[in-house]
């Protein structure tokens, strides 16, 4: 079991976790649960460490920020057991949890799992921070922002779990965001290459490497509410939205949908590069200098070449990195040899998800002409084997999020719009 953030955020709300989780071990379960800092705490210990020393080291800049989960792991086996649980916090570097890689975005190599069994077979309810883990050198490592949801499917894996529930704000995945179509479903499986794709193009339930670490481990994870009422059913039938294989998917004779969800982002940025030469090695001249600075490019198109052997180059890139981008591309003008950089913050990366599209034509047709019919016009688009992806303008988001809801027929039943 895993919980953010928000259902950690003070004692009455870690309460409220202690009461799911002993109702989870009444079930007859071996339990470990994941938690992350309350909600706030992590940007508080952040700015510490600004104001402490702005070139922080990043080996100290973990220790200060490890110790969020560390007190809402130590708060909820408190809590446990003052309801009469046996339970104990296993700070990641006692299990431990091995890491390789840079302080602040480290990687988990792998969990020695074998206290840890044994103390749930013996009835003892493990909590374990998020987020932490310890380096070769035997220092505390992070694992990067959102990274308690990898750590709880890698402990999932490590103990070999039926189930990694995560715990959220969210009561599950939704054909689209709820706050914008109303008539939007909630999922009862989604596959682990459409919630990858799903994530990675603005759905902000899970964090994508949670996803695809449980993909390669086959960890069947489950997101559901930590905010339910205290008679709610436990979450074996509770409605939450399953993460399954795509051979599981195929088991449950669930009638695969032609697109699962639609996603939206406006964290984008259009970048235009106009009269780039039309040779070889020009692109590389672009996008090199972005790779080296860990700028992710995500769509491209160069355009028919115009005369004299010239091209226009169009990409995106994230919005935060946008003046980044300007900087290093001004500053190769001479090697490039573009004659203008055009550049649009106000634009919307809109994606359709499914794994049906594998087996069906016409998807992106339908895409096109249900945007056409609005007036919404299309400045990209890129493709994937499963995902379709157009950048518009910013404005017309939440109207393209409606209409190709409607225009693939996700709309809920019976749900006033």
Request: glycine share 8%.
């Amino acid at each position: 079991m895993k919980f953010g953030g928000t259902s950690m955020a003070g004692t009455e709300r870690i309460r409220r976790v202690a009461q799911i989780v002993r109702k989870q071990q009444a079930a007859g379960h071996e339990v470990a649960v994941v938690v992350s800092a309350m909600a706030g705490e992590t940007d508080r210990l952040v700015n510490f460490c600004r104001e402490a020393n702005p070139l922080f080291d990043p080996a100290e800049y973990d220790v200060v920020v490890a110790s969020g989960e560390q007190v809402t792991s130590g708060l909820l086996a408190l809590t446990l057991q003052a309801m009469g649980c046996q339970a104990r916090s296993w700070l990641g570097w006692q299990l431990p949890v091995h890491t390789e890689g840079a302080h602040a975005k480290a990687r988990v190599v792998d969990i020695e799992s074998h206290a840890l069994i044994e103390a749930m077979q013996a009835g003892e309810i493990a909590v374990i921070p998020g987020f932490q883990g310890l380096a070769s050198d035997n220092r505390i490592t992070t694992l990067g922002r959102g990274g308690s949801d990898t750590s709880a499917v890698a402990i999932a894996a490590a103990v070999g779990a039926d189930r990694c529930d995560i715990y959220t704000d969210v009561d599950g995945v939704y054909t689209t965001d709820p706050r914008i179509v109303a008539r939007a479903r909630k999922l009862k499986y989604v596959t682990y290459e459409e919630m990858l794709e799903l994530a990675s193009v603005g759905a902000k339930v899970l964090q994508t490497r949670s996803v695809s670490l449980a993909m390669k481990e086959g960890v069947r994870v489950q997101v559901l509410s930590s905010f339910i009422d205290d008679d709610a059913p436990p979450a074996d039938d509770l409605p939450g939205t399953m993460i399954v294989s795509d051979e599981e998917m195929e088991k449950s004779d669930m009638e695969r949908q032609l697109v699962t969800g639609i996603a939206h982002d406006k964290n984008e940025a259009r970048v235009v590069l106009t009269r780039v030469p039309d040779r070889p090695g020009a692109v590389a001249h672009i996008f090199s200098p972005l790779a080296q600075a860990s700028i992710n490019v995500d769509m491209i198109i160069q355009n028919v070449g115009r005369e004299k052997g010239e091209t226009d180059v169009t990409f995106t890139v994230p919005q935060a990195d946008l003046a980044r981008t300007q900087a290093l591309l001004e500053a190769k003008r001479e090697e490039i040899g573009f004659n203008r950089i055009i550049t649009d913050a106000k634009v919307a990366k809109i994606s359709v998800v499914g794994v049906g599209m594998r087996s069906h034509a016409g998807v992106a047709a339908t895409m096109f002409k249900a945007l056409a019919d609005r007036g919404i016009n299309i400045q990209a688009i890129s493709t994937s084997e499963i995902k379709v992806s157009v950048l518009i303008d910013e404005d017309e988001t939440e109207l393209a999020v409606r209409v190709l809801h409607t225009a693939y027929g996700l709309d809920a039943d019976g749900v006033a719009a």
